[in-house]
């Protein structure tokens, strides 16, 4: 990629070469040479925290080898120019240090070169270099390795905060859509269902939308083992005011155990499962009218569309997009205002771990 032959657009258009006019997330393969555009920043890549529902699939398909995982992400990103994964679709985020500022954003963004910083944009749509992986951890989904990303002018990202473990920082900046669009969706006194309640997201969903349904409200929160860490900080804790433990794929036993503590339903349903099939069980744990809120990243439109249909269940289903303005800001505060979700998250994700 050469600076004078290039058009260039807000969007990154410019980077993508197969099939030409796409927009860089429905491209097949982007051009990811590390030199910096006029209206682009080019990063130094440190890590990348591959989406929960990608990494799942990644690690069944490489029989939980790190090494063939290693392979298969790089190859991906040989292929396509992007962390893409063809399978789920999704992709993940990155964190890095800036190396280079755009001659046409120079002035105009809040960030200087070795600055380190996360994306907020899918590592779908972020053309990425990759020479090397230094490191796979599959408990955390987390890849360490050295390359390069161009963020685009439209393109979000946040300086990372002081006071966060870089890995804890990362881990919620991942999932920050969940908790804002939970504060956006869930009133007072409402009944919420949180499925995946265990996960990351999970337990950010439910410590928010307890904050928003108040005491005369409920949450319930749905987990896949009752044994798991995260299911033993939510039963701790004040975020849910029931934990079921129940296999979301297996819809009419969801709808069983949400139906025993929550009987007609949901007024709100929020999905943070990384695994496929729970469209159905989903929409059951909802009330006629409710909303739903697919923040899963393996829901299939298709399915959700068409169980909603057959069930005959009128709720209004909402796509689990990553980016609410202030997004990051509120989730990084729910950590901070919850010290049980900052120990929890420092032991999972953080240096100790
Ligand atoms: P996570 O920390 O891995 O949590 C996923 C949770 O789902 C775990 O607690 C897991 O429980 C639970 N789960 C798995 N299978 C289940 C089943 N059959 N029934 C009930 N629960 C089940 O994932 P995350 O990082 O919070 O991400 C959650 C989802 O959001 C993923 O699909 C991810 O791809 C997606 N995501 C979306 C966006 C967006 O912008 N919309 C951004 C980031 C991530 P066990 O571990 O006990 O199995």
Redo the contacts with the bound molecule.
């Keep these: 990629m050469t600076t004078d032959s290039v058009k260039l657009c807000r969007f990154g258009a410019h980077r993508v070469i197969e099939p030409p006019g796409a927009l860089p997330q429905g491209a097949w393969r982007l051009d990811a040479t590390p030199v910096v555009q006029a209206n682009e920043l080019l990063c130094d890549v440190e890590a990348l925290n591959i ?4 990494f ?1 699939q990644i690690c069944e398909a490489c029989d939980g080898d790190a090494k063939a995982i290693g392979e298969h992400i790089l190859a991906t990103v040989r292929e396509r120019g992007k962390q893409h994964n063809a399978v ?1 679709g ?1 992709g993940g985020m990155f964190v890095g240090r800036v190396r280079e500022i755009g001659a046409q954003l120079r002035g105009h963004v809040d960030v200087r070169p070795g600055d380190r910083i996360a994306s907020l944009v ?1 590592l779908t749509l972020t053309p990425l270099h990759i020479e090397e992986v230094l490191a796979i951890d599959p408990a955390t ?1 987390r890849v360490q390795v050295r390359g390069t990303a161009v963020l685009f002018e439209s393109a979000a990202w946040a300086r990372l905060p002081q006071d966060f473990d870089d890995r804890v920082a990362l881990a919620v900046l ?2 920050a ?2 908790p804002a669009q939970v504060q956006r969706l869930c009133k007072p006194s409402q009944s919420v269902v949180v ?8 337990i950010l969903a439910c410590a928010q939308a307890k904050g928003c349904v108040g005491p005369s409200g409920r949450v319930i929160g ?4 009752a044994a ?1 860490s ?1 299911a033993k900080l939510l039963r701790e804790s004040d975020y849910v005011d029931e934990l079921v433990e ?4 297996d819809a009419l036993a969801l709808f069983d155990a949400v139906s025993a503590v929550l009987p007609g339903g949901a007024d709100v349903v929020i999905n ?4 496929a099939g ?1 469209e159905a069980g989903t929409i059951l744990c909802a009330k006629e009218g409710g909303i739903i809120y697919f ?4 829901t299939s439109f298709t399915a959700a569309a068409l169980s909603a249909e057959g069930l005959g269940k009128d709720v209004t289903m909402i796509v ?3 980016f609410v303005p202030g997004h990051a800001q509120l989730a990084l505060d729910t950590v901070r205002a919850h010290p049980a979700i900052s120990e929890h998250f420092h032991h999972i994700y953080g240096r100790q771990s």
């Design positions: 989406d929960s529902a990608s799942t789920t999704s899918s989904a991942d999932v859509g969940a499925i995946g309640a265990a996960g990351k997201s999970g749905v987990v896949h083992a798991s995260g129940s296999d979301a794929r943070c499962v990384n695994v729970t923040f899963s990243m393996a689990g997009t990553g």
